[in-house]
C-alpha cells in the first residue's frame, strides 16, 4: 500500500494541535501532554520540514461552549493552503461537536490537507476516509455526552443521600468518614458564630462589616486555585459576611445546586455562564438537620427574612432595618399613596436636617416624585409616642440602651484575644523554625529571625489594642441599675444619654413599631402618621408641617407690570425674565417669562430698551465683579448679602449692582481672602498659579 504523504504535503508543512479541557489536566495530566508534544517529531520523521504547535488552547473545553483561538487559527492555516497534515493524538482534542468537526474535515477537503493521529492518515478528499473521519467526530461528541452523563447521574446519586463532597466554607470540614462537622478551630469558630450574634444585634449583613472592620476583626477565607486550598486570615469583605449569612449550610442543612449554568448563544455558538442563584425550590437537594451546625433552621429562615428586608434596590416595599444615621424611622416609613418605601435623604447645608421622600416611580422618565416631608419633627413625635408605649417596661429598654456598648466592646476584645492566641502560636512556631536552623548558614537564619521579630510584633500590637479597649470599657460611667429601676417611668432620660447612639434607638423602634404609613392632610397642612405596633395596635400621630411659600403681610409680591417699570432700561431683557422667574412673576395665561415675552410685555408698556452705551461704567454686575475678584458668584453674593460686598438692587429679586471703586476697599479684600482661606491647597494652586498641575491632568 502507498502511502498517502506526497512529496505535495510535505512541501508545505505539518501543524501539530495540542489542547486539554481544563486547568486540572494542564496540572496533571502530563503524560496526555508529553503525547501531544510527541507528534513534532513524528511529523519531522514523516519528512515534514516545517512543524507549527498550536498549543493557545490548553485549558479550553472543545465542546464549543467557549471560544479556542488556537483552533481559529488552525481553521485559517489550513484555509491559506500552507498546511500538508493536521496532527492530533485523537478526535476528541481537534473537537468535541459535530460543528467545528466537520466544518474543519470539510476545509482540509478543499485544501488537500491530510488529518493524522497514531491510528493512521486520513485523506478527507477520499469517500472511505471521509466517512472514518466522520465516524470518529460523532464518536467524539457522543463520548462526552455519556461521559457526563455518567458523571452526573452517579454524582446526584451521592448528593440524595447527602455524601457528595464539595467544598465547604469556612468552619466547617469533612471528616474521616464522609460527614459535614465544625471545624476543630476554636478561632475559626468564635469568628463565625461573632457574625451570626452580630447580625441578630444590630439587624444589618452592612452594620455587621462595619462593625468588623472598626474593631479591626480578620476573617477567615479559602483560598483555592489549581494548585492550592488553604486558609487565610484576612480584613473582613462585604461579600464575605454576606456569603456566610446566605449560606444554608451554616444551619446544619445539607443544600446542594444553589446556583446553576445558564446557556445563551452569541455569534451563532452557545455560550455557558456560571453562578446565577437559583429559587430555593429549584435546588438539586435540600437535607435538613444533616450535620452540627451554628445556628438552627429557624434562625436561618428569620436571617434570610430580615435580609430581604434590607434589600433597598431589590423590593421597594418591603420594611427595612436600621443602619445608623441620623434618621430614627429608616425603612419604616412607608408613602400612603403608592405604596413604596420611603428613602432617606440627608441635608448638608442644615447640618443635621434630614428628609424622608418617596421617589414614586422613578424608574419612568418624568413621573416625578410623590411626597415628602423633613424628618426632625416626625422623629421627634414617633419617639415620644414610642416613649409612651413602653412605659410599662421602661426599665428592661433602659437597660438594653445602657448596656449596648459595654456589650460591643466585650466582643471586639474577645476577638482581640482570639487574634492574639493564634499571634502566639505563631510566634513560639517562629521561634523552633529559628531554633532548629544552623547558625551557619545566615541566609536562612536571617530570614527566620525577621520572621520572629514580625510575629512579636504583631503579638506586641495585639496587646496593646486588648489594653486599650479594657481601658475605655472602665472608662465609660457605670450603669447604675438601682437607679434605673428608680427612673421606670422616666424613659426619655436614658433615651437621651450620651451614650445611646442613634444605631440603638432605631432599634428600640423597629422592636415597637411594625411600620408607619405616611400621607398629608392638605387641609389642616399636618403630616398624618399611621403607627402599625408590633402587638397589632394602630394609632395615628399628627404633625404639623412647616408653611412655606407664603410672603409676609408687609411685603406684598410685586406684580410683573410694576417690576418692569422699575428695571427696564437698567438690564437687557434677558435678565430681566430671569428677575421676574426669580420673584415668582407670571405672565397672563401663568407661564414663566422668556426674552421673548419681556421684549412684547417692554413695546406695549412703552418702556426704553437697554442701552449699553449709557452706562456710566460706575457700576457692574455681580457676576463682572466676583470674575475680577477672582471668586465664584455664590461667594460674591453671600459677600454682598452680608453687606462686606457692597452693591444694591433695584428692587427684592433684581441683579445686584456693584460699585467698581469698593473692589479695592480693605473690607472686601479681607472678605474675599476669607473665602480663598476656605479653598482646598490643591485647588488654590491650581487656580491662581498656572504652573502648578492637578494629578491627573
Known sequence: MTTKITPDHLSRGAVVYVRQSTMAQVTGNLESQRRQYDLAGAAKSAGFGSVTVIDQDLGRSGSGSMERPGFEKLVAMVCTGDVGAVYCIEASRLARNGRDWHHLIDLCALAGTLVVDPDGTYDPRLINDRLLLGLKGTMSEYELSLIRQRGLAARDAKVRRGEYRFALPPGLCWNEIGTIEIDPDEHMQEAIRLVFAKFRELGSARQVFLWLRTANIKMAVMRRNVDVCKMEWKAPAYHSVMQILHNPIYAGAYAFGRVGQRTSIVDGRSRKTNGHKKPRDEWSMLIYDHHPGYISWQEYEENQRLLLENAHMKKNCDRKSGRGGRALLTGLMRCGRCGRMMRVFYGMAKGNAHRYQCRGDDAHVGAGLCIGIGGVRVDKAIALACLDAVSDRAVEAAIFASDQVARSTNDTIAAIERDLEAARYEAGLAARRYELVDPAKRHVARELEARWNAALERITELEKRVEEKRASLAAQPKID????????????AVWNMPSTDTRTKQRLIHTLVKEIIFELDGATNEAVLLVHWVGGRHSEVRVPRVKTGGYPKDDVPTTAVEALRKLAGHWPDRELAVSLNRMLCRTSDGETWTTVRVRDMRERLGLPDYDPSKSDGKFISLAKAAERL???????????????????????????????????TEAVRIGVQKVIDRRPKIFEDYQYDKVVRLPGI
Do not use: F, H, N, Y
Not at 481 to 492: I, N, S, V
Not at 642 to 661: N, R, S, T
Open 481 to 492: 441599675r438601682t437607679m434605673l429601676l428608680q427612673l421606670a417611668q422616666d424613659l426619655p
Open 630 to 664: 477672582g471668586i465664584c458668584l455664590g461667594s460674591a453674593r453671600t459677600l454682598a448679602e452680608a453687606g462686606v460686598l457692597p452693591g444694591k438692587q433695584i428692587m427684592k429679586g433684581a441683579p445686584w449692582l456693584v460699585p467698581v471703586e469698593a473692589l479695592d
